[in-house]
């Protein structure tokens, strides 16, 4: 038995989020979606897709937090295809505020570690007791 698959035609993959977004679609009011995941290219909302019929264009609005302030976007974008409970959509005009947010989002910086200074001793990882530390001192 021979298996098909669909080809996936992503350039960025996709990666699971859950965040509040509202869609607006001309000549309709606002109405709440949640994004369930996301690529650089675009994302998947979960929401009313009778709202979407016919849609040509759709502005995205979301928020994301940084440590200092929030950021608010409004993107242009189009359905690629209706799926279940929600629409993919995919990202009309790139943008670089909205890339770098993205990137932030999908792949947060790791935590920043702290080294020790170039000329500090190598610790052997448990604590000195003061005998040792006298003792490591006279065979310097």
Partial sequence: MTRTTQADNRWSPREPVTLDVTLHVPGQFPF???IRNVSLGGLFVE???ARLAG???IY???STHNKTKPHQYRVPAHSSRLHGNGVVLVFSVPDIRLTQALRQLLYPAPALVRLP???APLSSGQPESEST???SRLKL
């Fill in 32 to 34: 709440p979606g949640m």
């Fill in 55 to 57: 849609a040509v264009e």
């Fill in 60 to 62: 995205i609005a979301f």
């Fill in 47 to 49: 929401t009313d897709t």
């Fill in 117 to 119: 200074a170039p000329d």
């Fill in 133 to 135: 530390h006298t003792t």
